[in-house]
């Protein structure tokens, strides 16, 4: 439950927590992520995740700039910077110039896009390395158990709602939602652009240039329709030409037409500046990503076939694809033996990601980790990150995405 003023939440001492990770979204990795790369000493990090799942943490006050709770009769607090008026009118101005966005926030969810964006101009919303500052009245000026446990489960807050991010960095829920609502007002005011054969009305450029500090912005790029075109059918009175797959051209019109939608979105969201808009992507990703788009059977049977895999082999290759792009499918296709300092950070991970005694048994083989008498596994990316696996009919299956925390990623594969 919470309660509290516009900018001040306070929310009730959450439960105990146990046998899974404390961040269950992206941004709540994330969070927990800085946490982990800030503190020196995993030692009291580990403390702090015990404290938390123990449920030692008491009501938890988030403000602007500042959360506290009183965590083993210590008050301990974590600071954050707020975001400055001016990162606040660029953050704003991103977030309303995409729907989707506003959308995603009153549905708890903090879009990737949106944080991209809002990055792009300078402002960021995540908490990098350095960025949580703590304050115990223990003592310890670094990461205390107490701080680290208040951090634990501020992670679970994030996850029911992004907004407690924002509140954090500055502004309260209902101020950010008036101040887009009043902007989102001003664009749908604009005036629009001249009928087409008007006669535009020039300015010199010599008279421009000096005025630059005062003429108005230049106009806003229309609109994004609100969904990709849709190809023309090819299903004639006039067949095709002798070997011409008619459903399949159609297929891969259809499936351009989406791509090329998703790229004219980013390139048009603000603060893009004409960056590329996704990688390149060798012919059996591409083959993979198209098999994701649910294609009739025929038209996968003919990829499975020009990929070199079977049907099975296929769906294998597009549940991964589904569950974490091309990053995923490299998993999934790639056994490898990560270096000495890979290695290294693999094991740190394994070690801090349990509490004494609740790690379950592992046994290793090259980048994969194996739960003995049990159908899951982690396997460990290129990247860092963890991915879950789960054993079906005698198959290693993708789980679902990763996670930076093993324990986190393990938690997906068995609730999966």
Not at 234 to 258: I, M, R, S, Y
Not at 278 to 305: H, K
Request: aromatic share 6%; with cysteine; glycine share 10%.
């Amino acid at each position: 439950m919470t309660r509290g003023y516009e900018d001040e939440w306070t929310f009730e001492a959450l439960p105990p927590v146990h046998g899974r990770g404390f961040a269950q979204t992206w941004w709540g990795r994330a969070w927990l992520q800085a946490l982990e790369d800030t503190a020196l000493d995993g030692g009291q990090l580990k403390k702090g995740r015990k404290y938390a799942r123990e449920g030692a943490v008491g009501a938890i006050s988030v403000r602007p700039g500042r959360i506290t709770a009183v965590v083993h009769g210590h008050r301990a607090d974590v600071l954050l910077r707020q975001l400055g008026d001016a990162e606040w009118d660029r953050f704003l101005d991103t977030a309303a110039g995409r729907s989707g966005h506003i959308a995603a926030l009153l549905d708890r969810e903090m879009s990737p896009h949106l944080v991209e964006d809002a990055s792009a101009t300078g402002v960021e919303l995540l908490p990098g390395i350095g960025d949580l500052e703590p304050g115990c009245g223990c003592g310890v000026w670094d990461h205390c158990p107490h701080t680290a446990a208040l951090s634990y489960q501020v992670a679970r807050l994030l996850d029911r709602d992004p907004f407690v991010l924002l509140l954090l960095r500055g502004r309260s829920k209902r101020r950010l939602l008036d101040e887009l609502q009043e902007r989102s007002a001003v664009r749908a005011a604009a005036p629009v652009a001249p009928e087409a054969g008007a006669e535009p009305e020039g300015v010199p450029a010599d008279e421009a240039f000096a005025a630059r500090d005062i003429l108005p912005p230049l106009p806003a790029p229309p609109p994004l329709p609100e969904r990709p075109g849709r190809p023309p059918a090819l299903d004639t009175e006039t067949g095709p030409a002798p070997g011409v797959d008619a459903a399949a051209l159609e297929f891969l019109a259809a499936d351009a037409a989406v791509r090329a939608y998703r790229m004219l979105a980013e390139a048009l969201a603000p603060g893009h500046g004409g960056r590329p808009v996704e990688g390149r992507l060798t012919a059996g990703q591409d083959a993979v990503r198209m098999a994701a788009g649910d294609p009739e059977a025929r038209i996968a049977a003919r990829i499975a076939e020009h990929t070199g895999r079977g049907r099975a082999e296929l769906d294998l290759a597009v549940r991964a694809w589904q569950v974490g792009g091309a990053a995923s499918l490299s998993v999934l296709e790639e056994d490898w033996t990560p270096g000495p300092e890979g290695l290294a950070r693999a094991h740190a991970a394994l070690e801090r990601a349990w509490e004494d005694g609740e790690r379950p048994p592992l046994r290793a083989s090259r980048n994969r980790w194996t739960v003995l008498d049990a159908n899951v596994q982690l396997r460990y990316g290129r990247d860092g990150r963890w991915w879950p696996y789960r054993r079906h009919r005698g198959r290693w299956i993708p789980a679902g995405p990763a996670a930076s925390d093993p324990a986190s990623a393990l938690a997906g594969a068995a609730d999966g």
